[in-house]
C-alpha cells in the first residue's frame, strides 16, 4: 500500500512538471524545448482569460440586475422575436410610452414568439430590461461551463505538448548516443 501511495505521489509530481509550465528558461533548453514552454505559457495565459471572461459575464448580469432593482418598473411585454440567446419585446410604460429595446430582453430563455410576459425595466434607462423573476444567477452555468470547457481544452494541448516534449527529448538522447558510439 504504501509504495503504491509513494508511485501515485512520484507520478503526480512528474505530471505536474511536465504540465504546469515554468516561466523562466533553463540555459541548456534547446529552440524546440523554448518553443513548446512559451506555447505551454501561452495555453495557461488563454485558460487564465477565458475563466476571466466567464467571472466578468457573471459580474455584468449582477452590475445589470441591481441597475434594474435600484429604480425597477414593472410592464407587460410582447415577445416580437424569440431567440435562445436574444429576443426582441416591445412594452409600454405606465406613462404611455412604448419601448423596444435595442439589444432585447435579458435571460430570455424559454420564450416563444407572441407570447405576453412580464418584465422588470430600470425606469431610468428603459432599454436594461429582464424577464421578470429572472436574475443574474442564469449566468452562473453557461459561464461556469465555459471556464470549465477552456481548462479541459488547455489540459488536453498541455498534455499533447508535454508528449512531443517528451518524444523530442527521447530523440535528442538517441542523438548523443549515437553521436558518442560514432
Known amino acids: 500500500m504504501r509504495s503504491t501511495v509513494e508511485q501515485l505521489v512520484r507520478w503526480l509530481k512528474s505530471s505536474r512538471q511536465s504540465l504546469i509550465p515554468h516561466l523562466y528558461g533553463d ?9 513548446i514552454r512559451r506555447v505551454r505559457i501561452g495555453v ?7 475563466t476571466l471572461q466567464s467571472v466578468l459575464l457573471v459580474l455584468g448580469a449582477w452590475r445589470d440586475d441591481r441597475q434594474i432593482e435600484g429604480d425597477m418598473g414593472v410592464a407587460a411585454a410582447e415577445v416580437l422575436d424569440a431567440g435562445p440567446r436574444r429576443s426582441t ?8 410610452v412604448t419601448y423596444r ?4 430582453v435579458l435571460y430570455p430563455s ?16 428603459p432599454d436594461l430590461v429582464r424577464v421578470q423573476d429572472r436574475n443574474s444567477s442564469l449566468a452562473i452555468i ?12 488547455a489540459a488536453a494541448a498541455l498534455s499533447g505538448l ?3 516534449q ?17
Open 162 to 164: 508535454a508528449l512531443l
Open 166 to 182: 517528451r518524444r523530442l527529448n527521447g530523440q535528442d538522447s538517441i542523438k548523443e548516443v549515437s553521436q558518442s558510439s560514432s
Open 142 to 153: 453557461p459561464a461556469a461551463s465555459i471556464a470549465v470547457m477552456g481548462w479541459l481544452v
Open 44 to 50: 495557461v495565459i488563454a485558460a487564465c482569460l477565458v
Open 27 to 35: 540555459p541548456s533548453e534547446t529552440r524546440a524545448e523554448r518553443i
Open 101 to 104: 429595446p435595442e439589444l432585447g
Open 110 to 125: 424559454e420564450l416563444d414568439t407572441g407570447m405576453r410576459i412580464y418584465v422588470e425595466y430600470d425606469r431610468a434607462n
Open 89 to 96: 419585446i416591445e412594452f409600454v410604460t405606465p406613462d404611455r
